[in-house]
């Protein structure tokens, strides 16, 4: 299986904006340190750390949301780690994000059917309005959603329009950011199950990044575990959970609540 993402040597540094400085530049935290791993084709890998691993400031590194202070993110073949947004552009339909709070990153002022039209238009795709019809449909949405205003949504229903949004411009790779953690229990079960099956009909690239080894658990082939901007762990999941090799990996899977106080992980 060709690897659609190789990255290698991976650093991210970011300006300390709590320093407080008279005169001069702030001065720099590095949060990524020298990260090196592969995303196959068609694999589902899961990116897991505690608050301030750095787990998500990866995803919009592969994304390009964030340009690496050093080190190579190649996309397919092509080298993206300082592509110009020109140059940039072409490939963005290719990667796409899906956030955290679909509350924030939707427009409330546009109709669900505007929100999944615009990136179309602006990628130049033809038939917009059989497209948007086509994936509300693959996301389980009704046609009149397309009518709905954001806050007229579950969270759910919500985040459902974000996927919509994402597959619509038929992507290779979607990363998924804690995109569960505000829903519940019912909500995370039926997004999961959305995941899989488009993952399997559509050919996609997923990551999905979380603070739950539960949920990575139940989606992820490969799990890439970050702790403090470095990489503990990137094995296949099942091996992780049956022997892992990390004092930090063992404190994460301790620390998932299980219905039976005396039940271990394994």
Not at 35 to 60: E, Q
Not at 127 to 134: H, I, N
Not at 181 to 189: E, K, T, Y
């Amino acid at each position: 299986m060709a690897d659609l993402y190789s990255v290698e040597n991976l650093r991210l540094s970011l300006a300390d904006m709590t320093a407080k400085r008279l005169f001069g530049a702030a001065p720099h935290i590095e949060i990524l340190h020298g990260l090196n791993f592969t995303i196959p084709r068609g694999a589902v890998v899961g990116i897991v750390g505690g608050s301030g691993s750095g787990k998500s400031t990866l995803g919009r590194v592969l994304v390009r949301l964030l340009r690496p202070s050093g080190g190579r993110v190649r996309f397919d073949g092509t080298d993206i780690t300082d592509l110009e947004e020109a140059a940039l552009r072409p490939l963005r339909r290719r990667f796409q994000m899906i956030f955290q709070d679909p509350m924030s990153s939707l427009n409330p002022r546009h109709r669900v059917g505007t929100i999944i039209a615009e990136p179309l238009r602006l990628h130049g795709f033809d038939r917009v309005p059989d497209r948007v019809a086509t994936a509300l449909d693959q996301v389980g949405l009704p046609q009149g959603f397309a009518a709905r205003y954001p806050h007229e949504l579950s969270g759910g229903q919500r985040q459902r329009v974000g996927i919509a949004r994402a597959i619509a411009l038929e992507p290779d790779f979607i990363l998924a950011d804690e995109i569960v953690s505000g829903l519940d229990v019912s909500s995370q079960a039926q997004v999961l199950n959305l995941l899989e099956r488009l993952v399997k009909d559509l050919g996609l690239t997923l990551a999905f990044i979380s603070h739950d080894l539960s949920v990575i658990r139940r989606l992820c082939q490969r799990t890439i575990v970050l702790h403090r901007g470095t990489i503990v762990e990137d094995r296949p999941t099942a091996e992780l959970f049956a022997d892992p090799s990390a004092a930090y990996t063992r404190e994460l899977l301790e620390a998932i609540p299980l219905p039976d106080p005396g039940q271990v992980w394994s």
